[in-house]
């Protein structure tokens, strides 16, 4: 299967902060994604980026799509407490006619106050 | 508009023994996926179901079975439960079945799965 690599593993930040995480493929993607899990809860939906070159921003959060289309990485500027979680950078590979995601590992961002 | 639902949240089980999971999807979505979630593996798909038919699968062995109701509510089984099946499952819902382009996944808050 896909293999996503997603680093940092973890971040610990000071408020105000920015942030940035990225996502590599062995493989191409025709979409990419970056979701946020809070404790507790499923994965949220952040930004969905469908095109190679992509830059796509939701509020203080930046996302790319790389022109390789194997990468995509994610901003986060002046980082706030409710910032803390788990972000997820996925992959949709379309496949011949099924669709499906694959995931990265995940970076877990912890915001001191 | 609710969203996604799963009952139950937390499980406990021993080895040998099986388990189903159930998901809700938001009203009017027809496709629902599921997930395990370990933090050694994270996030890997399971099986899609789409007209209550499965439409796709993950690399998982036979014991993780599913279906889907013509209410489009899924269940999951795993039977003779190992060590290695605890994990957070998760199901999504979309409104259409994955295809040429991503129809936007909708996550329910999980089932936690302890295997004692």
């Known amino acids: 299967g896909q293999q996503l690599n997603q680093s940092p593993q973890s971040m610990f930040i000071q408020e105000g902060e920015d942030v940035s995480m990225n996502c590599t493929s062995s493989?191409?993607?025709?979409?990419w994604l970056w979701y946020k899990q809070d404790p507790g809860e499923g994965p949220v939906l952040l930004i969905a980026?469908?095109?190679?070159?992509e830059l796509t921003s939701n509020g203080r959060l930046t996302a790319q799509f790389g022109i390789t289309r194997k990468d995509s990485f994610l901003n986060i500027s002046a980082s706030i407490p409710s910032d803390v979680g788990i972000y997820f950078c996925?992959?949709?590979?379309?496949?011949?006619?099924?669709?499906?995601?694959?995931f990265g590992r995940g970076t877990q961002l912890t915001v001191w106050p | 508009k609710a969203g996604v639902t799963q009952t139950p949240r937390y499980l406990i089980k021993t080895r040998g023994q099986q388990v189903t999971l159930s998901c809700s999807p938001i009203s009017g979505h027809r496709s629902v996926s599921w997930y395990q979630q370990t933090p050694g593996q994270g996030l890997q798909f399971l099986f899609e179901y789409f007209s209550e038919t499965q439409r796709n699968k993950g690399n998982f062995p036979g014991r993780f079975s599913g279906r889907q109701f013509s209410n489009s509510r899924s269940e999951m089984n795993v039977s003779t439960l190992e060590l290695g099946d605890s994990a957070l499952y998760l199901c999504a819902s979309s409104l259409l079945a994955s295809g040429s382009s991503y129809n936007e996944q909708f996550f329910g808050p999980g089932t936690r799965l302890t295997v004692l």
């Open positions: 980026l469908y095109k190679a070159g």
């Open positions: 493989s191409i993607f025709n979409t």
């Open positions: 996925a992959g949709y590979d379309r496949g011949s006619t099924l669709g499906r995601l694959y």
